[in-house]
């Protein structure tokens, strides 16, 4: 079965600080990879998807994230985070083999000081 | 575009007390979702419909839960009875079955099991 690790569970960074959230899978096969979002109060929502081609993708408000097939890897970055980017970050496989069945990590919790 | 709507936001009952959660998918998606989200934790799938079959039910605790979308667009989440680890947020999502596996989702249930 897929799995899908989150590394970091909390999150604290000043505004205009990068920010790197790692994100890393077990399924072997072919897969679409997901970031999601969560602003407080609000419902969770796509920040950014990988489907095939350029292994760097970018998303909305300034996010981006790179596959690294070679280390199962899908990591969200931003170079300077806004006090408004605070929200909890998911990562999120599906297998390609497996239907519409999307696999979720724990979560990062994200806390943008100003 | 109305988003997928689930009702009610909110719901406190005590143990031993059935419960039952709607949601209703955006327009032309025929994939359905229920999702389980414990506190600190990333979404679990609970079972996902194509049209009006469960195509994946396997981690529906069926003593106790059951799941219906009988003219496969809305869909009903019950719990009977309920116990003091349901406390949850149920999520409801929805995504078009032959599309990029892209989810949408709605705001989600909360239940308190005093």
């Known amino acids: 079965a897929q799995s899908v690790s989150q590394h970091n569970h909390h999150v604290i960074l000043s505004e205009a600080a990068s920010l790197e959230l790692g994100c890393n899978y077990s399924?072997?096969?072919?897969?679409?990879l997901f970031w999601y979002v969560q602003y407080p109060g609000q419902h969770l929502q796509l920040l950014l998807k990988?489907?095939?081609?350029?292994?760097l993708v970018k998303g909305i408000k300034g996010f981006e994230a790179e596959f690294i097939k070679s280390k199962f890897s899908f990591n969200l970055r931003k170079p300077s985070v806004q006090w408004s980017d605070t929200a909890e970050y998911f990562c999120?496989?599906?297998?390609?083999?497996?239907?519409?069945?999307?696999?979720f990590g724990t979560g990062t919790q994200l806390k943008v000081e100003l | 575009e109305a988003g997928v709507v689930q009702s009610p936001r909110y719901k406190i009952i005590e143990k031993k007390q059935p419960v039952a959660f709607w949601c209703n998918p955006i327009s032309g998606h025929n994939t359905l979702y229920w999702y389980l989200q414990n506190l600190g934790q990333g979404p679990e799938l609970l079972i996902r419909y194509e049209n009006e079959e469960a195509v994946d039910d396997s981690q529906l605790p069926k003593d106790r839960f059951s799941a219906e979308r009988l003219k496969g667009v809305d869909s009903t989440l019950k719990i009977q009875p309920a116990e003091l680890g349901d406390s949850a947020v149920y999520l409801c999502?929805?995504?078009?079955?032959?599309?990029?596996?892209?989810?949408?989702f709605g705001e989600g249930s909360r239940l308190t099991v005093l």
């Open positions: 999120a496989v599906k297998n390609r083999g497996g239907g519409n069945k999307l696999t």
């Open positions: 399924y072997g096969g072919t897969v679409n």
């Open positions: 999502a929805s995504s078009f079955s032959q599309g990029t596996g892209e989810l949408f």
């Open positions: 990988y489907f095939s081609g350029d292994p």
